[in-house]
Nanobody
Framework: QVQLVESGGGSVQAGGSLRLSCAKSGRTFVSNYHYMGWFRQAPGKEREFVGGISWGGGTTAYADSVKGRFTIFKDNIQNTVNLQMNGLKPEDTAVYYC?????????????????WGQGTQVTVSS
């Protein structure tokens, strides 16, 4: 069993920055075999892939909409996966979730992930 808890959400103005953290507890992960993803869901919209990182930290991937603005990195001391968001836009407003990839499916597909956190709200005002 894996437990995930997101934190760091809040309200910022456009152009601002936030850092979200995803704390993992429970089952031990093995280096690059395991993969963590960040997703977001805006009101009235489907949940979408934001980016992800291998547990070993060597491989990252990003949605085109956030590439160059968001960075995912792993903190091995805190045992967290973090999402650094810079240059925030109003369209980034959503509830952000971290998740563990539990199948061999596409990393951007929600169906590839089996463990989810409760989410944290990010609101960007213009």
């Amino acid at each position: 069993q894996v437990q995930l808890v997101e934190s760091g959400g809040g309200s910022v103005q456009a152009g601002g920055s936030l850092r979200l953290s995803c704390a993992k507890s429970g089952r031990t992960f093995v280096s690059n075999y395991h993969y963590m993803g960040w997703f977001r869901q805006a009101p009235g919209k489907e949940r979408e892939f934001v980016g992800g990182i291998s547990w070993g930290g060597g491989t990252t991937a990003y949605a085109d909409s956030v590439k160059g603005r968001f960075t995912i990195f792993k903190d091995n001391i805190q045992n967290t996966v973090n999402l650094q968001m810079n240059g925030l836009k109003p369209e980034d407003t959503a509830v952000y979730y971290c998740a563990v990839k539990t199948s061999v499916g596409v990393i951007s597909s929600i169906s590839s992930y089996g463990s989810w956190g409760q989410g944290t709200q990010v609101t960007v005002s213009s």
